[in-house]
């Protein structure tokens, strides 16, 4: 897909200024429901970025939420230089970090394996700082792992998918994760409270085959 440099610029713009509602229903995780009293016990914490993370936090509850394993998104920033940087900060290109997504989930129920393969399904991994019209190092696609282990599957995982998927090299850059910073409140489930807010046309499910050993 191509895209021009009047629509990139119109793309950041709609995003800086787009409008915002705080009155739209939505779920949360309240205090003694089921879902919180899990968190409590065994999980593990996935921390991604794949582009806008308005629509990757959106398509990953989409698909593992509702007691599919993933218990809590939220969207903030990661891998930068900067404390308590601000989304027109991040946005400039200065702080270094990346939007990004932390997703709380329960691994007895769907395990980190499974949510690489769809990180890698829901976005283009191939484009380096860029998905869709969203061109800057903040829209890199990124794995930081927590320990060792989530280091190992990622790296697993990656080389299949580059050979089996998209039989060329992967943009994706894996490292352990550094400080997290929430963004701000209005972006957290953006796209649940703006059902018309912007998505990026580079995230959407794709349809490949399973990955073999």
């Known amino acids: 897909m191509n895209f021009t ?62 007691g599919k394993g993933v218990l809590d998104a939220k969207v903030g920033y990661c891998g930068g230089s900067t404390a308590s940087p601000s989304y027109r900060a991040v946005c400039s290109g200065d702080t270094g970090h990346a939007e990004a997504v932390e997703l709380t989930f329960d ?63 992967i943009s994706t850059v894996i490292i352990p994760a550094a400080q997290w910073w929430d963004a701000e409140e209005y972006h957290q489930l953006y796209l649940d409270k703006n059902p018309g807010g912007y998505e990026c046309p580079a995230h959407f499910v794709r349809n490949f085959p399973p990955l073999s050993d």
Not at 50 to 66: D, P, Q
Not at 112 to 117: A, D, G, I, T
Not at 130 to 141: F, I, K, L, N, W
Request: positive net charge.
């Open 5 to 66: 440099a009047s629509t990139i610029r119109f793309s950041l713009f709609s995003r800086l200024t787009r409008p915002f509602s705080t009155n739209t229903p939505f779920l949360s995780l309240a205090p003694g429901s089921a879902a919180s009293r899990t968190m409590s016990h065994s999980t593990e914490k996935a921390t991604l970025a794949a582009g806008c993370f308005w629509g990757v936090e959106h398509l990953f509850r989409k698909n593992f939420g509702n």
């Open 107 to 169: 691994p007895s129920t769907v395990t980190y394996r499974s949510l690489l393969e769809f990180f890698y399904r829901m976005h283009d991994p191939t484009t380096a700082n860029r998905q869709g019209p969203d061109v800057g190092t903040q829209y890199r696609s990124a794995i930081f792992t927590h320990g060792e282990e989530q280091e190992k599957i990622a790296r697993d995982v990656t080389e299949k998918v580059s050979k089996q998927w998209y039989k060329q090299p």
